[in-house]
């Protein structure tokens, strides 16, 4: 057996260039996660009972189901239901963003909630808004708080974004899979497969590893 | 400055605040003090709205905060208030903690609320601190940091809700100092707090609060060489 790279050599630049799909739609995901990720969190510490709920029961069924068969429905039923089509790449960014906004809004949620309630009090009795007491005070601290699990989800979106094969997105992982069915050899497009997204995990988590000490300067006694 | 009428607070089942009226006069200076658990916090707390009332009425300079209908945010403009635990925002420099809502609120000019900053800054002894992030200052410093924070506001009157009472011993007094210099202004001022020797001194008024009701009302003077009732005379003697 043993390792044969020699075949590989040719179709190394069909699989990188999966990479800038892959990067544009977490970046993408991420993106609109975060989005919907803050306005979710925000219903959910609201007093108006009804957001609340609408927003226990979004997370509740996002985390609930699996990311394949949320993305499966978003592209195919999807057509077939509306005849909206998508496309791949919309279609990845849309499902990847629903199913990380979930998460997010839970994660950030926490942070919100962890944020010392003096903190508002003492805004509040200064007479600042609540739209500045969350914008200001309250944000600033949870999302310092959170970062390390932003990024968490991030690199766990970077890694769950090779799933989208499976409706055809040419991604990283897609790419590896047809360079291993042409060749019949699946062992070297696979390594390669998993030394690329083992960099780009890592390359995510130092920029937030970056980021946290810059935010941390206030910290400093 | 405030009339407190039947003022009433539960939380869930549990009364806190039975039926207390009482007035705070302009230029006054109230002590509100009492056993832990009988309500003098959270009477200060709805003073500004705070905990909202579960019944009565409270009125400051004129107007009815209890209303469904009262701008709370435009109210507490007004009234300066000064936690335990400083809640000084950590993200902030010390400066920036205190040109924060005069900026935010009052849409002061950064020029103009910095230099209101720095002269706060000096009065409570912190100049040097300005650039400082409040992690990096003792409790004393950061208390005499809220108080600028609360005074940069330009507030009619000051509530402190055991200003005192988180601070190391040797922290207390300049605090109590920077508060004495504010009751030379004129400042109308509420303070609950367990610093019986300041409140002799310093205040006009004491409010004894017990079990939710303002047991005493009276001067330092008749108070602490006179109290009347059973529960005051116990109280003092517990800590005196």
Same mark, same amino acid.
């Given at each position: ?8 050599? !040719?179709?190394? !630049?069909?699989?990188?260039e ?17 989005l ?8 959910? /510490? ?5 957001? +609340? ?7 509740? =069924? ?5 990311? =394949? ?10 057509? +077939?239901?509306?005849?909206?089509d ?35 009090e ?6 600042? !808004?609540?739209?500045?007491i969350?914008?200001k /005070? ?19 979106l970077?890694?769950?974004?090779? /799933? ?24 070297? !497009? ?16 130092? /920029? ?14 | ?20 009226s ?39 300079s ?29 993200? $902030? ?59 940069? $506001?330009?507030?009619?009157? $000051? ?15 300049? %605090? ?15 303070? %609950? ?8 001194? %310093? ?9 939710? %009701? ?27």
């Amino acid at each position: 057996m043993g390792f044969d790279f020699s075949r590989l050599v !040719p179709s190394i !630049p069909f699989i990188l260039e999966g990479i800038w799909f892959t990067l544009t739609v977490v970046v993408g995901g991420a993106a609109l996660g975060l989005l919907i990720g803050m306005i979710l969190s925000f219903m959910r /510490i609201s007093k108006n009972r009804v957001l +609340d709920g609408i927003a226990a029961g979004y997370t509740s =069924i996002f985390r609930g189901t699996p990311l =394949i068969v949320q993305l499966v429905l978003l592209y195919y039923v999807l057509i +077939d239901l509306t005849g909206i089509d998508l496309g791949l790449y919309w279609s990845t960014i849309l499902a990847l963003g629903l199913n990380s906004g979930a998460y997010m809004a839970e994660i950030i949620r926490a942070g919100i909630l962890a944020v010392d309630k003096g903190q508002s009090e003492a805004a509040m009795a200064l007479g600042v !808004p609540y739209s500045k007491i969350m914008g200001k /005070i309250i944000m600033p601290q949870a999302l310092k708080n959170i970062l390390p699990a932003i990024i968490n989800e991030l690199t766990a979106l970077t890694k769950e974004s090779a /799933i989208v094969n499976i409706i055809g997105a040419q991604d990283i992982m897609r790419r590896s899979m047809l360079v291993g069915m042409r060749n019949f050899r699946f062992i070297e !497009p696979m390594l390669l497969a998993a030394a690329i997204y083992y960099v780009l995990v890592m390359i995510i988590s130092s /920029i937030g590893k970056l980021v946290e000490r810059r935010l941390a300067k206030s910290d400093q006694s | 400055m405030i009339k407190v009428k039947g003022l009433s607070k539960s939380f869930k089942k549990n009364q806190v605040l039975k039926s207390i009226s009482t007035e705070i006069g302009e230029g006054s200076v109230v002590a509100v003090i009492g056993p832990s658990g009988s309500g003098k916090s959270t009477f200060l707390r709805c003073l500004n709205g705070l905990e909202t009332a579960t019944e009565g009425n409270i009125w400051v300079s004129g107007e009815e905060i209890t209303s469904p209908k009262a701008n709370l945010a435009k109210i507490r403009e007004n009234i300066g208030m000064v936690f335990q635990h400083f809640h000084l925002f950590p993200h $902030m420099t010390v400066l920036e903690n205190i040109t924060f809502a005069p900026i935010q609120v009052k849409g002061k000019s950064k020029q103009d609320a910095e230099k209101i900053g720095q002269e706060l800054l000096a009065k409570v002894g912190l100049s040097e601190k300005a650039n400082a992030y409040p992690s990096s200052l003792s409790g004393g410093q950061k208390q005499r940091v809220a108080i600028a924070r609360a005074l940069a $506001m330009e507030p009619k009157m $000051m509530l402190f809700d055991e200003p005192t009472s988180a601070l190391d011993p040797e922290m207390v007094k300049e %605090v109590l100092d920077v508060m004495k210099s504010l009751i030379h202004t004129g400042m109308t001022m509420a303070i %609950v707090t367990h610093e019986m020797g300041f409140a002799k001194e %310093v205040a006009d008024r004491i409010l004894f609060l017990d079990g939710g %009701v303002i047991v005493e009302d009276a001067t330092p003077e008749v108070f602490f060489s006179s109290p009347k009732s059973a529960r005051a005379q116990d109280f003092l003697a517990k800590v005196l």
